[in-house]
């Protein structure tokens, strides 16, 4: 079965970084399309980032320029590398499989795994 599992939680200053990861299972990743959401409190969810199959990636405008989503196919690993983190980026963030292999900029997916907390504050 498909399997997904963000880490990285944590509590961090506004203006600094963080990094998290997903491990998966069940499901061939070097094939697949990842994406990243978030959930603020009290909001729903939001699109962060998607990756497709060969490396392509695509930002919202909120993270663009301070998030760097990349993956590993050898050890079929997504991350999500955040920098200057402001306190609106404090949600759970969860990842995702895409339902696209190369659309770079698709949100739509398919299995999505539990979340990891990530807390900007002073």
């Known amino acids: 079965d498909v399997q997904l599992q963000a880490s990285g939680a944590g509590l961090v200053q506004p203006g600094g970084s963080l990094r998290l990861s997903c491990t998966t299972s069940?499901?061939?990743?070097?094939?697949?399309?990842m994406i990243w959401l978030r959930q603020a409190p009290g909001k729903g969810i939001e699109w962060v980032s998607t990756i497709n199959s060969g490396g392509v990636r695509s930002y919202s405008a909120a993270v663009q320029g301070r998030f760097t989503t990349s993956r590993d196919d050898a050890t079929s690993t997504l991350y999500l590398q955040m920098n200057s983190l402001k306190p609106e980026d404090a949600a759970v963030y969860y990842c995702a499989r895409s339902r696209s292999r190369w659309g770079s900029t698709n949100k739509q997916y398919d299995y999505r795994g539990q979340g990891t907390l990530v807390t900007v504050s002073s």
């Open positions: 069940g499901f061939d990743f070097s094939t697949s399309g």
